[in-house]
């Protein structure tokens, strides 16, 4: 389905606090982190070696990846359980800052500042490669508090203030047999699926602290949440942090 595109245009427990804490020893010394966002479809039949990938890169250190099912190819015949329309109108954001003419599936979005075809391994090991060139703006800590409740510490480093931060909670791994669509008779499988996403603020000083339940809106456990700072909509990503709670 690669090519296909479309024209660009929780309730999750959360609670702000103010923070006036030291920045911790982990954000100062860690290594930069890339953010992998993967725009997908259980619909789409050019999706699943890129869903693969995502799987490979949610295995290396210093990635964070992370699966968005959009919504706009569940008509072909398969309405994809994890689509929301939330995670294309992100995608849409990228679209305009990219400069794209429209949306398209597979697409990976490295460090909010290069998209590039989701199945293409080489664009986006390349793309990867040149965001660990750069240095964090901001320090991101997430830490685990008590079972799924989750503590994340966010403090800016080079003049971040007014960035966004934002919370995605996500499934390590689901496997969907199809009945219907390009992919019948298929069995997917997708990794780091995004359930729940939710922006918790802007980076208003230059430390902030938020509390987190790494839950969805009826209380559905999550495998994991991450924490991303971004500049703008469809910016790049400052600094990010990623926690398992099973």
Same mark, same amino acid.
């Given at each position: ?9 929780? *309730? ?12 911790? $020893? ?18 789409? =039949? #050019?999706?699943?070696?890129?869903? *693969? ?20 190819? =569940? ?47 080489? *664009? ?23 079972? =799924? ?14 960035? =966004? ?39 208003? #000083? ?7 339940? *790494? ?27 990623? $926690?398992?709670?099973?």
């Amino acid at each position: 389905m690669q090519g296909r595109s479309l024209p660009t245009g929780i *309730a999750l427990g959360i609670v702000a606090l103010a923070a006036g804490l030291s920045l911790p $020893a982990a954000a100062q010394e860690a290594a930069p982190v890339v953010v992998v966002e993967l725009y997908t479809s259980q619909g789409c =039949n #050019s999706c699943p070696p890129a869903d *693969a990938l995502l799987g490979e890169l949610a295995r290396q250190p210093g990635v964070i990846a992370l699966g968005f099912h959009v919504d706009y190819w =569940n008509y072909l015949g398969w309405h994809d359980p994890y689509s929301n329309k939330k995670f294309t109108y992100r995608q849409k954001e990228y679209a305009m800052a990219l400069r794209q003419t429209g949306v398209y599936t597979p697409q990976m979005v490295v460090q909010g500042r290069r998209g590039e075809v989701g199945s293409d391994r080489r *664009a986006v090991l390349q793309a990867i490669a040149e965001a660990r060139k750069a240095k964090p703006s901001v320090g991101v800590v997430l830490e685990k508090v008590e079972g =799924n409740r989750l503590r994340a510490i966010v403090t800016a480093v080079n003049g971040a203030k007014g960035a =966004n931060v934002y919370l995605a909670l996500f499934d390590r791994r689901h496997t969907t047999a199809i009945p219907r669509g390009e992919n019948e008779g298929k069995t997917l499988t997708n990794h780091h699926v995004v359930r729940d996403w939710k922006k918790l603020g802007q980076l208003d #000083s230059e430390k902030a602290e938020f509390a987190i339940t *790494a839950a969805g809106e009826k209380g559905e456990k999550r495998s994991g949440a991450a924490v991303l700072v971004q500049h703008g909509k469809g910016g790049p990503i400052l600094g990010a942090a990623v $926690a398992y709670v099973e």
